[in-house]
């Protein structure tokens, strides 16, 4: 069992930058690939970006793509989400999940999930 924890949301106006992290327990952290997910109200959650266990691969939502950075440390057992030139359509509830095995983009296949920590983008 992972226990997942999101931290690092809050109210930004658009063009700015936050930085979430999840910090990771329990299982092995180390050989897991993590995802971050957002979910907008009234919308399905999506898939934002991803990190291969050693850190070694990384994937991206287009929509995020030259904005968001996806980075680990598996010292630490944590998984960072850097955003930067945020805007309004980023404004959701974003969680960090993990998965045995590869990076993938699909909701489904992720089994541990964070509580998500909500990101307001202004306009």
């Known amino acids: 069992q992972v226990h997942l924890v999101e931290s690092g949301g809050g109210l930004v106006q658009a063009g700015g930058s936050l930085r979430l992290s999840c910090a990771a327990s329990?299982?092995?952290?180390?050989?897991?690939?993590m995802g971050w997910f957002r979910q907008a109200p009234g919308k399905e959650r999506e898939f934002v970006a991803a990190i291969s266990w050693r850190g070694s691969f990384t994937d991206y939502a287009d929509s995020v793509k030259g904005r968001f950075t996806i980075s680990r440390d598996n010292a630490k057992n944590t998984v960072d989400l850097q955003m930067n030139s945020l805007k309004p359509e980023d404004t959701a509830v974003y969680y960090c999940?993990?998965?045995?095995?590869?990076?993938?983009?699909?909701?489904?296949?992720?089994?541990?999930w964070g509580q998500g920590t909500r990101v307001t983008v202004s306009s």
């Open positions: 999940a993990t998965k045995p095995g590869g990076i993938r983009t699909e909701v489904a296949l992720y089994i541990y």
């Open positions: 329990g299982g092995t952290f180390s050989t897991y690939a």
